[in-house]
């Protein structure tokens, strides 16, 4: 029988060097915390075991006159808990252009380099800023004696970035994983929305008129305006065997939408998501965690498939070795997640 393992060991290895062999888990979400703020810093111990990843954001969302507070305030917090097997400790540097970036890799890695897992890198334009970051990181690590490898995580946000998506996922192998940022990818590509994530009500297509009254009431139906964006950035990381990652999804209050964008990410590829506020955690959770209907529903035509190759039928529908591979997706990831 044909297992996940053996279609997935090419994709996990990745490039082959010595970095691949840092585990490189999917995480579901990503949660946010400023570390700027005390009381959400004091909150960071109780969260542990509780999200996949937890992230010091040191870039906007934070103001300029808060960027040494928040580094220091992510040093202290990492220096002060222990996170445990479950829980990885990322964080968000400010812009590689921004007066900070510098100081924020400088410090972190050389006071919590052995506790960071993954550097977020904002506004990545092309593979030169991942070549830059790698190279800063070796030789920060090799000064703090370090033996594990701190991983690279792009945002996509710039349209220059979108262009060149392929060789950013490609540009070391530090890279862990890339996410979208609509808000700043909106802003930089002149799109006329205002949001964090998310649709829009006006990006829509309407239901042609049935009887020629093309001003009766028809149907209109809300388009996915970030389809085209996540569906090359999962093309992307498919193709260097990274993780794409949804990113931030800001109204906080509208619960439904932020379920059906994670939902839509996940069935594109995406494996995890950023969450703002706690109330996104359990949403992300669901979402980026296969179905027990779908796990059981793989493993039938696991078994039914035998040695992978030929077709069967099941409750009347053709399955082959390609719906096999699309079966060893969800059960690979299904097994990450319970490792
Ligand atoms: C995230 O940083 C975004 O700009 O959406
Ligand atoms: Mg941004």
Redesign the pocket.
């Known amino acids: 029988m044909r297992s996940a393992k053996d279609f997935f060991a090419p994709l996990a290895v990745g490039a082959p060097s010595p970095l691949r062999e840092v585990p490189a888990r999917p995480a579901r979400m990503i949660h946010f915390f400023d570390p700027s703020n005390p009381k959400m810093a004091a909150k960071v111990p109780d969260m542990v075991g509780t999200v996949d990843v937890l992230l010091g954001n040191l870039?906007?969302a934070v103001k300029a006159e808060n960027k040494e507070a928040a580094r220091q305030g992510l040093v202290d917090v990492a220096q002060a808990t222990d996170l445990g097997e479950h829980t990885q400790l990322w964080t968000r540097v400010n812009a590689l252009d921004s007066p900070w970036c510098l100081d924020d890799l400088t410090t972190l890695v050389t006071e919590i380099g052995e506790k960071l897992d993954v550097v977020m890198v904002?506004k990545v334009q092309g593979p030169e800023d991942i070549h830059y970051v790698d190279r800063l990181l070796a030789q920060l690590e090799a000064r703090a004696g370090l033996t594990r490898p701190v991983l690279v995580h792009a945002?996509l946000?710039t349209a220059r970035g979108v262009a060149n998506v392929e060789a950013i996922a490609g540009a070391s192998p530090r890279m862990q994983g890339i996410?979208?940022?609509?808000?700043?990818?909106a802003a930089d590509r002149r799109m006329k929305t205002t949001r964090?994530?998310g649709g829009h009500p006006g990006y829509l297509v309407r239901q042609d008129p049935e009887d020629g009254d093309v001003h009766g009431d028809r149907p209109t139906y809300q388009q996915d305006l970030w389809h085209y964006t996540i569906a090359r950035m999962v093309d992307a990381c498919a193709m260097h065997g990274i993780f794409p990652y949804y990113?931030?999804f800001g109204d906080i209050a509208d619960v439904v939408a932020c379920e059906d964008q994670f939902r839509n990410a996940f069935l594109l590829g995406c494996v995890g998501t950023w969450t703002l506020h706690p109330a996104q955690i359990s949403i992300a959770k669901k979402v980026f965690s296969p179905s027990a209907e779908d796990v059981a529903h793989a493993r039938r035509v696991q078994e039914a498939m035998g040695d992978g190759t030929g077709a069967v039928m099941l409750d009347g529908k053709m399955e082959d070795d390609a719906s096999l591979k699309q079966c060893l997706v969800v059960l690979e990831l299904a097994d990450r997640l319970a490792a």
């Open positions: 870039e906007d904002p945002i946000e996410s979208l940022g609509p808000a700043d990818l964090v994530g990113g931030p």
